[in-house]
């Protein structure tokens, strides 16, 4: 899982145009459990939030489930800027989505990578506090696709 993890970081974190325009994006990585072996629910509910986050939120570039051995599953989102992570937040706290997926999943880790504003830190109290920015490193993909990457 760590190996996903890595390649998922290396393809998303520095995405750079072409002329100097650059995309801030926010990663969330959750590694889940089932709980109480309901993994059948959790696969229906994956698909079904899917739906629904295809549905209301354009900014939000990937998310994606990973369902494992032993109940564990990978949660991987990106999010074009804070605004859209703090609108995925807002549109998930409070609502029978989250209900649902307290229900199905115990988070036991949850990272934040990315430049994350106070706002979005504060969006997400209660869930998690590891916000990692990036340091160093490169994207060669991003660096060569240029302004394409603003238009997913």
């Known amino acids: ?8 970081i290396m393809l ?3 995405f750079i145009s072409a002329d100097s325009e650059k995309l801030d994006p926010i990663i969330f990585m959750l590694d889940l459990s ?3 072996s309901k993994t059948e629910e959790a696969r229906k509910f994956t698909y079904e939030i899917t739906k629904k986050v295809i549905a209301n939120e ?3 570039v990937i998310y994606q489930y990973f369902f494992g051995s032993d109940n564990k599953v990978f949660l991987y989102e990106v999010y074009k800027t804070n605004t859209a992570a703090i609108k995925h937040v807002e549109d998930f706290r409070g609502s029978n989505w989250e209900t649902r997926f307290g229900g199905l999943f115990s988070i036991e880790n949850f990272a934040v990578l990315g430049n994350s504003s106070q706002e979005l830190k504060d ?3 209660g869930y998690t506090t590891d916000f990692r920015t990036l340091e160093g490193g490169f994207h060669r993909p ?3 696709l240029g302004k394409e990457i603003f238009n997913l």
Do not use: G, H
């Not at 899982?1 to 998922?8: A, E, G, N, P, V």
């Open 12 to 14: 998303s974190v520095n």
């Open 58 to 60: 354009p900014d939000t």
């Open 1 to 8: 899982m760590k190996y996903i993890q890595i390649l998922f």
């Open 142 to 144: 991003a660096e060569n």
């Open 34 to 36: 089932v709980v109480d």
């Open 123 to 125: 969006s997400l109290d």
